[in-house]
């Protein structure tokens, strides 16, 4: 029986012990018409055959080149990166609630923390939430019990936040009372307009949302409106990409310092750029930073630095008053576990690309984003959607519908991007296109003469 | 004794202006590709500058301070730490699964794995539908309140926003209760461990939306009245919450669903060996009947034919929604999957009963050597409590003296002070995978600590005495907030 | 045996309360509660001028162990608070009836309104609690 170590002679013995004649004894508390049948699951399989099944079920799913981001990006990670996370004293430790026997993973945690302040210009992070959408859910709770002199339960979306995320922000937090209203974006730079956020000047409104780069890719006026926000009471919760923080002006900065403050008040995320493969969808992790003065209102774990008895430095959760453990109805969040092996492997990947390296695979990927955007728009039918500066994603119009396109694309072994027809229908025929560093100059001739093909198929092949 | 690494310094500390990791770094791709000025950065982030030696080295010796299932017995109670199969981890991690995009064309080899676990955890639990979405166990309570409260708003029953939460309940369900916007009712249980059936009675009502409960209980026993209590709630017009925290008790033995519950939430990352990580990541899956399956979280792996696809909010229009960007924790369920097809179903039902061989041993001869079960004349479940109540009173020792102690003897301590009713508690949880000699290598440590207790407390009082660090100064930590390393000014 | 000053009046969620002049009163825990909490670490205490309701949550005292809501005995306006606990918050488990002081209120209610119990009957109170 797979990993259970006992022999017959182990039972007989436990069973003495215990005082019973059988195993089945140990359950006679449950009474007899609740007993299960015969459970209805498959055979069990050795290691070998089940090894062949996953082999066949993986190679029939192929390896495909991948030019969609929308969210999740495809980046190099490092072979230390999951060397190390796969160790058995990362992989199948526990959270570290006994700190003396945790030490590796709190140091880990606070290093952790202390790069994702530095990355985001914000002085505490907390040890990672869910993904980048709950991190936005759990924001949006935060700053509504953070920003008391608005006392208001109304947040401003823009249109050009991830829908996505958008929607679970409503799952999770919508049962709370709060009310998400959006925000339209300018058609023709593809960014949200200040324009649009002035009739709620002055009004009853908590928070105003701000995804930097948006999900167009594009870059907001992110100084103009967290001014905006702040001249009328309005907290900023930034969603930014990690990756694009080592070009990007940190959320720490953005506006003007005003009353001895600036930039956005609570800055969250997708952590997936750092380390994380694309696994299908997850896991991922989501990771918070804020402002000192609203630590208590962070959920999720904090790792903090103190001594011992003996006056060594060492490490522990802390502020865990305002967990479910402790403070149980009144919690910041019901969260408990987290995503601690994503974190790990964060952490190991910021170590070993440093600002330097994250730098050449920010400016690797933007660069290869507009070569492919060129290149992409130089065919008949296609042309880019919006004139805003982009960072490593833009939208293109088609002529036509995008999905028999993306369809034909994929049968010749692309993935050539996110169809947004469903998610923004004014847009008409647009797709959603992203390389980063993994495409080399060849991968997007091949994308560009595929798609050529497609869009315009010559006499000869038909 | 343990034997961990000592002291290792911050990777910061590490950092020399110029170092770097080169091999990692992309070629540089000519272009004019720029930012606007007012949008960049103005100077790069404090991040280490360190050679990919340095990194190694670093991140390895972190890990030589920890105790794990790997290297360590690690009897924490509600925690199920059993063996996490190495192959679990190598067939997720194909590349073909591994570099997958989750917004491509669906891919049929991982969706097949995903709709098979699917089924089997329906079957396991008896119950209907599935959905793998929700990302831990918390996730997935809030799904199963948040399903509950969509159940009765459909039906116009707006007035029902109690839910009824056993004192014993773990902390997330309250919490999960307030996040879903109801109120929460606490009832006490009787002197046996079980819900206290007359407080039950008097605290349903018209408000009441559901109860949630655990079985065996978080005080490690089987409800025995768990069918008059279904049938109060459900005569009352609730519903039954199950949290699936305790499933290794009854794997196979018996189903939430045949107990009358309407929604269970499992943890994979604890029933289902997917790997505990330092804190995550998990895996929440939620399972209904019939009543709650149009208020699924999406989305879901449903099949046409042969071929298998996401179903959306089309599909689902009553579905309270997303909870994550994409699917949820995938590499996960595919890790628990793998777990499912080696146990198979000769295994699965093995499950339980070695796990309630294991407790049941193990809290048999530690109260032969001495110390007091909280619930002397129930069976063990996967896990029983023993209480330090009278060891408090005679030799002023607290279950964290005893649970510190254990770590300088090389065992992961069990878990402290939860449930919360029972005094100077620990909740040990030995599981299945561990053998009679490592059961019996505990005892002999918690004799030896009995001994001490009598003999020389201060041992004790003042553990850990061979980890990296001794006993940290918590109220510190909390008043002179140190939450991240600051580059000199 | 806990120290119960004669003096106050106490509520059950262990609020303490010490009359002043002209319908001012001083409010804080008991030295019951702040033992029950551990050492402070945090401490919250209301914005002088908020208006306030009896029985209403508005100071948040905070340990490694716990957090916990303090409760207005009595309806009226804050007046003052002890700005001192932000930065000492063990002042509270020194001397939680002198300097741990928490907040003060102007009230129009009279203090045999409130659900205020004198020091004996929490003494009382307390006894009945452990069992």
């Not at chain 1, 995008?402 to 010749?412: E, F, H, I, Q, T």
């Not at chain 2, 590709?33 to 100077?43: G, K, M, S, T, Y």
């Not at chain 2, 034919?305 to 089309?314: C, H, I, K, M, S």
């Not at chain 3, 948040?60 to 009226?76: L, T």
Request: proline share 6%.
């Amino acid at each position: 029986m797979a990993f259970i170590p006992h022999t017959p002679d182990d039972i007989a013995r436990m069973l003495a012990t215990i005082g019973v004649q059988s195993i089945d004894d140990l359950f006679d508390e449950i009474p007899r018409g609740l007993r299960a049948g015969t459970l209805g699951v498959p055979t069990a399989l050795g290691e070998m055959e089940l090894g062949r099944l996953m082999a066949e079920r993986a190679a029939g799913d192929g390896r495909p080149l991948n030019f969609i981001g929308a969210g999740a990006y495809e980046h190099h990670i490092p072979a230390p990166v999951w060397a190390i996370t796969t160790r058995g004293e990362f992989y199948s430790a526990y959270t570290p609630y006994q700190a003396e026997a945790s030490q590796g993973t709190l140091q880990l945690i606070y290093e952790y923390q202390s790069m994702m302040c530095a990355l985001t210009g914000m002085e505490v992070s907390n040890a990672s939430l869910y993904d980048g959408a709950s991190a936005l859910a759990e924001a949006c709770l935060m700053a509504v019990r953070a920003n008391r002199a608005a006392n208001s339960r109304r947040i401003l979306v823009p249109r050009t936040v991830n829908p996505t995320y958008a929607q679970v922000a409503q799952s999770i937090a919508g049962n709370q009372g709060i009310v998400f209203e959006p925000v339209d974006f300018d058609r023709t730079a593809g960014r949200t307009l200040l324009a649009a956020l002035e009739p709620y000047s002055g009004q009853d409104v908590t928070a105003l949302v701000l995804q930097q780069p948006n999900f167009f890719g594009c870059l907001e006026e992110v100084d103009q409106l967290t001014d905006w926000a702040h001249r009328n009471n309005i907290l900023v919760i930034a969603v930014v990409n990690p990756i694009s923080l080592a070009l990007l002006k940190a959320p720490g900065e953005w506006g003007e310092r005003q009353g001895g403050v600036q930039g956005a008040d609570i800055v969250c995320g997708e952590g997936q750029p750092l380390g994380v493969p694309l696994s299908a969808g997850g896991p991922y992790f989501g990771f918070m930073t804020t402002r000192m003065q609203y630590v208590r209102q962070m959920p999720g774990r904090i790792v903090g630095r103190t001594v011992d008895v003996d006056g060594r430095p060492g490490f522990s959760l802390t502020l865990q008053a305002r967990e479910q453990h402790i403070r149980r109805s009144k919690a910041t969040s019901n969260i408990c576990t987290n995503q601690g092996l994503l974190v790990t492997a964060a952490t190991i990947y910021m170590s070993l690309l440093g600002a330097a390296g994250l730098e050449r695979v920010a400016a690797a990927s933007m660069q290869r984003t507009a070569d492919l955007t060129a290149a992409l728009s130089r065919i008949a039918g296609i042309k880019p959607a919006f004139s805003a500066p982009r960072f490593h994603e833009s939208v293109l119009i088609l002529d036509r519908p995008v999905a028999p396109v993306l369809g034909a694309l994929s049968r010749r072994g692309i993935f050539g991007g996110l169809d947004l027809t469903d998610r923004y229908p004014e847009l008409g025929n647009a797709l959603l296109i992203c390389a980063t560093e993994t495409k080399m100059a060849a991968d997007i001739d091949a994308y560009a003469g595929a798609l050529a093909d497609i869009m315009n198929p010559s006499r000869a092949a038909a | 004794m343990a034997d961990l690494q000592a002291r290792e310094p911050l990777i910061f500390e590490l950092s020399r202006p110029g170092r770097g990791a080169v091999t990692q770094y992309p070629p540089r791709v000519a272009g004019t590709a720029d930012i606007p000025a007012h949008l960049r950065r103005a100077a790069p982030p404090a991040l280490p500058e360190v050679s990919e030696l340095q990194v190694v080295r670093h991140f390895t010796r972190l890990s030589q301070m920890n105790f794990s299932i790997d290297t360590h017995f690690y009897p924490l109670g509600s925690c199920t730490m059993k063996y996490n199969p190495k192959a679990c981890n190598t067939f997720a991690m194909l590349p073909e699964f591994l570099g997958r995009h989750p917004l491509g064309p669906e891919p049929q080899g991982f969706m097949a794995c995903m709709y098979e676990l699917q089924e089997m955890l329906q079957e396991i639990t008896g119950m209907q539908a599935v959905s793998l979405t929700p990302m831990a166990g918390a996730q997935g309570e809030f799904a199963g309140v948040a399903m509950i409260r969509a159940y009765h708003r459909a039906r116009n029953d707006l007035g029902r926003t109690e839910i009824i939460v056993p004192q014993a309940a773990h902390g997330t369900n309250p919490a999960t209760a307030a996040m879903c916007g109801c109120t929460v009712k606490e009832i006490p249980c009787d002197a046996n461990g079980d819900v206290d059936v007359d407080a039950l009675k008097a605290a349903v009502g018209p408000a009441t939306a559901g109860i949630m409960l655990t079985n065996p209980s978080t005080l490690g026993v089987f409800e025995h009245k768990i069918a008059e209590v279904a049938r109060i709630v459900h005569e009352a017009g609730g519903l039954l919450y199950y949290d699936g925290a305790n499933l290794n008790a009854i794997l196979g033995k018996v189903r939430p669903g045949d107990m009358g519950f309407d929604v269970i939430h499992m943890n994979l990352h604890k029933t289902f060996s997917t790997p505990h990580g330092g804190g995550g990541p998990g895996s929440g899956a939620v399972g209904v009947g019939a009543r709650l399956r149009p208020f699924l979280p999406l989305p879901i792996v449903g099949k046409e034919g042969a071929r298998f696809r996401w179903l959306t909010e089309r599909d689902l229009p009553q579905s309270i929604g997303r909870l994550s960007g994409f699917m949820g924790n995938a590499g996960v369920n595919l890790r628990a999957y793998v777990y499912m097809r080696l146990l198979g179903r000769e295994g699965m039902v093995r499950v339980a009963e070695f796990a309630a061989l294991n407790a049941n041993y193990l809290m048999k001869r530690l109260q032969a050597a001495g110390f007091e079960a909280a619930y002397p004349t129930r069976r063990a479940s996967h896990e029983f409590i023993i209480t330090l109540k009278r060891e408090n009173r005679l030799y002023q020792i607290t279950a964290m003296d005893v649970a510190k102690r254990l770590l300088d003897y090389g065992f992961h301590a069990p878990t402290t002070y939860f449930p919360l009713l029972v005094p100077e508690c620990l909740l040990i949880e030995p599981t299945e995978t561990e053998t009679k000699e490592e059961l019996d290598h505990f005892c002999d440590a918690m004799i030896a600590i009995r001994r001490e207790m009598e003999q020389e407390p201060e041992k004790l009082s003042s553990a850990p005495h061979t980890m990296p660090v001794r006993r940290l100064d918590d109220v510190r930590a909390a008043k002179q907030l140190d939450l991240a390393w600051k580059p000199a000014a | 045996m806990s120290n119960i000053p004669s003096d106050l009046r106490y509520t059950k969620s262990h609020e303490w309360v010490r009359p002043g002049s002209n319908g001012s009163v001083e409010i804080g825990i008991s030295e019951h509660a702040q033992g029950a909490l551990g050492d402070l670490v945090f401490i919250e205490v209301p914005e002088v001028g908020r208006a306030v309701k009896a029985g209403e949550a508005c100071a948040v005292v905070e340990s490694v162990k716990a957090a916990s809501d303090v409760y207005s005995p009595v309806s009226g306006k804050v007046t003052a608070s002890n700005s001192a606990l932000a930065t000492q918050p063990e002042l509270l488990n020194q001397d939680p009836y002198g300097a741990g002081w928490l907040f003060r209120v102007q009230t129009a209610s009279s203090l045999d309104d409130a659900a205020l119990m004198s020091a004996a009957d929490y003494a009382k109170y307390l006894a009945d609690e452990a069992h």
